[in-house]
């Protein structure tokens, strides 16, 4: 069954598919396969990373698959180890050569790494490609609000997006109002909390109401707060069943009891101290 996400809308003019691929942690022939799987079930947003170590072997899915380059939307970031002006153009380069592409969807500021006090420098390097068409739209990963408002009032250009960890445990909700206010989109990653969300009594339960796998109704819940999400999987059955979330909604009760799952539970780093 072929399943086309919905797009959303960017303050750039750009749209983004609504569901992707992640592919973090997916070794080099898995993320080939899953690439090309996905996109053979109508998966059209891919994103990897220069830290993921596998940008060769997503971009040679990209080539493998038969998917018009237009019609996919790709998305890697910039690594802590190359922020900086010069360094982050070079990463950008980079991340096109393992590509083989000559011009990204998007490009993302990893990590704010704010004791390296380089990300203003690695931000003007995205929006210097940007204008030289390497990238079509930019953004930033695991920002802050203070990080955010730190980069708007220092360059005047505000990311599309902001791609953050964001799950039934940590729903983030003050600084996606942040980004409402801002006119910046929230990008979930480990959107099913690193699959620690698939177990709990709340998520079963629902599943077991809509007969939906739980995977299911957490992307859906994802999907209806206006969310872009990027589960990540290398199995097939299980990226094909992750886009099948778009015939069936979830209720008022069903939204109400996820959002009491909410406790603040960080699986990932602090972005106050990560470098």
């Known amino acids: ?27 080099n022939e898995d993320a080939a396969n899953a690439v090309v799987h996905a996109l053979s079930c109508g998966y059209r ?11 060769e072997s997503v971009g040679q899915g ?39 592409l000559d011009h990204l969807d998007l490009m993302l500021v990893h990590w ?3 004791q390296k006090g380089l990300f203003i420098e690695t931000w003007l390097a995205l929006i210097q490609a940007q204008q030289q068409g390497k990238i079509k739209s930019i953004g930033v990963s695991n920002f802050t609000e ?5 980069l708007i009032e220092a360059t005047r250009v505000v990311p599309v997006i902001n ?12 600084l996606r109002a942040a980004h409402d206010r801002l006119g910046i989109r929230t990008e979930s990653w480990s959107p099913l909390g690193q699959g620690s969300a698939l177990t709990d009594p709340v ?21 209806q707060q206006h969310l872009v999400v990027i589960p990540k999987s290398i199995t097939p059955e299980r ?14 009760q069903d939204l109400a009891a996820i959002a009491s799952l909410d406790n603040g539970t960080r699986i990932g780093p602090d972005p106050l101290t990560f470098a």
């Open 163 to 174: 791609q953050i960890e964001l799950h039934p445990y940590l729903q983030q909700n003050a």
């Open 45 to 55: 947003h891919i994103d990897t990373a220069a830290a993921y170590d596998n940008e």
């Open 203 to 223: 998520i079963t339960s629902i599943a077991q109401k809509h007969q939906r796998t739980p995977a299911q109704v957490i992307i859906r819940w994802h999907v």
């Open 146 to 150: 203070a990080h955010l408002n730190q």
């Open 1 to 27: 069954m072929t399943v086309y996400s919905p797009y959303i809308p960017l303050a750039d003019g750009n749209r983004i598919p609504q569901l992707g691929l992640g592919l973090w942690k997916a070794t």
């Open 112 to 114: 704010p790494c704010p």
């Open 239 to 252: 990226i094909s069943a992750n886009a099948a979330v778009f015939d069936f909604a979830l209720d008022s």
């Open 62 to 100: 990209i080539h493998a698959s038969g998917v018009k380059r237009d019609d996919i939307f790709v998305t890697s970031k910039v690594w802590n180890s190359e922020q900086g002006f010069d360094t982050a153009i070079r990463a950008v380069d980079a991340s096109l050569k393992r590509l083989k």
